[in-house]
């Protein structure tokens, strides 16, 4: 039930016994700790979700709102992408149940049924030898490959698209008007922060690719903007706060620039958070590896630190800046997780009304062609009508 080439940190070791089957690990980021065993439950299509049984290991690639849903009832969690400020990682330890993320290539090595073992303290899984791991006969071929092609180097996927895709991501099989406003504005963040020129991308059929070197520094820089307080990520918090709380949103608002205004800065808000809560991250675990703290492993010590937001007799055992980092981390995670909530309510009433025209575009101007140059141009064309839009500060 396993596919050797998976792409991502796999360890196999052969059973001690003749024509016994062989052990599988692989190694991914800890999560959420503890410790879970059971049957696997790999969400690949829609039909996987009617499946699903309590205390299975569910494997997905993304943690979209139907893996969230079957993540409810499930022993332990798996995910190819994330870290530990992922959704995933997140429900996870509101669950309560351990969790590894950043296993790239798990999905496809994968099938329902086989049994894992989730050690969400180390960020390891493991499939111990039995029946229904076994691998394929030596004579059997082998199965063809699920995974979506691999990205030309240097390039990083920023945004995958398509109804139920390769990715498990149940979206629009077009570009809608509102999806083209999101895309925009994460192509002028760079702009609207003082980081440079827009971000540079690629249409490739279901996919937004950009350069990984450029996104990397871009989260760098708004690392040091949001510690620097320009502006904090308190500030970014209460204004999506205040704008998805705008009495428009309540029906189809007559307000239409209004309504643009605000769905525009949410986005950028949420792209801001997005792209640098892991950087805040790894900064935050770094300094955490460096406390004393006997008896613990530097994980530990981390999802500790973040468990600390909000619980006074916790944060108290804290160093102010460390504090600080903390509290920006739930800021900026209070952000991403209301992407699939409260942006996603927002984006469908914005759907509704004339985009187009109220950026002085033609009706159709916004129409999504299927082509990647199409896209493309209403990409620009969205940028050039929103100018500079509404300062982020």
């Known amino acids: 039930m396993f596919h050797c080439e998976t792409g991502g940190t796999v360890h196999v ?22 410790f879970a065993r059971g049957p696997a439950r790999v969400l690949r299509e829609p039909a996987d979700l009617e499946a699903c049984r309590p205390a299975e290991i569910v494997v997905a690639r993304h943690a979209t709102a139907n893996v969230a849903r079957a993540a409810r009832d499930a022993a332990g969690l798996v995910c190819e992408t994330g870290g530990v400020l992922s959704h995933m990682a997140i429900l996870a330890r509101e669950l309560g149940v351990p969790c590894v993320t950043g296993l790239r290539g798990i999905v496809d090595a994968v099938e329902s049924g086989a049994e894992l073992r989730v050690d969400g303290t180390h960020g390891v899984v493991d499939a111990p030898p039995g029946p229904q791991n076994a691998p394929a006969a030596p004579n059997s071929a082998p199965a063809a490959p699920r995974s979506v092609p691999p990205l030309r180097p240097g390039l990083v996927a920023l945004l995958r698209f398509g109804r139920f895709s390769s990715t498990f991501e149940c979206q629009q099989a077009v ?9 925009a504005t994460l192509v002028d963040a760079p702009t609207a922060v003082g980081l440079g020129g827009p971000l540079e991308i690629e249409f490739d059929d279901g996919c937004i690719l950009t350069a990984e070197t450029r996104l990397r520094d871009l989260a760098t820089g708004l690392t040091r903007l949001l510690e620097a307080g320009l502006p904090s990520a308190a500030a970014l918090r209460a204004t999506y706060a205040n704008d998805s709380r705008w ?18 800065r949410m986005n950028r808000i949420t792209w801001i958070a997005a792209l640098a809560k892991e950087e805040v991250a790894l900064a935050l675990r770094a300094a955490v590896a460096e406390r ?47 992407k699939n909530s409260v942006l996603s309510r927002c984006a469908a009433i914005v759907g509704q009304l004339p985009i187009a025209e109220t950026l002085g575009l033609q009706p159709d101007g916004l129409t999504d062609d299927g082509t990647n140059a199409g ?7 969205v940028r050039a009508a929103l100018g500079a839009g509404e300062p982020w500060r």
């Open 13 to 34: 070791t052969d059973g001690s016994q003749p024509g016994a089957a062989p052990s599988y690990r692989w190694v991914g980021r800890a999560a959420s700790a503890g």
């Open 175 to 183: 570009l809608s008007p509102e999806a083209l406003l999101g895309v």
């Open 375 to 381: 896209r493309h141009q209403r990409v620009e064309a």
């Open 292 to 338: 004393p703290d006997a008896d613990e492993t530097v994980g530990e010590r981390f999802l500790r630190a973040l468990a600390a937001t909000g619980s006074p007799a916790a944060a108290g055992s804290l160093p102010p800046h460390l504090r600080r980092r903390v509290d920006t981390l739930a800021d900026l995670v209070w952000v991403t997780e209301r």
């Open 247 to 264: 009495s428009g949103w309540d029906g189809i608002p007559s307000d239409v620039a209004s309504a643009l205004v605000r769905f525009v």
